[in-house]
């Protein structure tokens, strides 16, 4: 899946934050957060925020199934921005 031109622009200095994010009915295996600056000429330009985790064992990541027409909130990424090197 490809998303040009999006802006997800997230508030700072806040304990948590939400947004929305349509996606095609499917699943979803590794579902990751990734920051983005000025520009992107490779991969290694993306720094990892955060990944989602499988519920009952955070050590996996968690998959996610959607169904047409249905609408998913527990899709939650914890980010530490205190532990991020951003380039």
Same mark, same amino acid.
């Given at each position: 899946?490809?998303?040009? !031109?999006?802006?997800?622009?997230?508030?700072?200095?806040?304990?948590? *934050?939400?947004?929305?994010?349509? %996606?095609?009915? +499917?699943? &979803? !295996?590794?579902?990751?957060?990734?920051?983005?600056?000025?520009?992107? *000429?490779?991969?290694?330009?993306? %720094?990892?925020? +955060?990944? &989602?985790?499988?519920?009952?064992?955070?050590?996996?990541?968690?998959?996610?199934?959607?169904?047409?027409?249905?609408?998913?909130?527990?899709?939650?990424i914890?980010?530490?921005f205190?532990?991020?090197?951003?380039?």
């Amino acid at each position: 899946i490809a998303f040009e !031109n999006v802006d997800y622009a997230q508030p700072i200095r806040v304990d948590s *934050s939400s947004y929305r994010l349509a %996606v095609n009915a +499917g699943t &979803y !295996n590794y579902i990751v957060l990734f920051w983005v600056g000025n520009s992107i *000429s490779k991969l290694s330009d993306l %720094v990892e925020l +955060g990944v &989602y985790k499988n519920p009952q064992s955070s050590d996996q990541p968690g998959t996610i199934r959607v169904a047409d027409g249905e609408s998913r909130d527990d899709v939650d990424i914890f980010v530490d921005f205190n532990t991020i090197n951003f380039k």
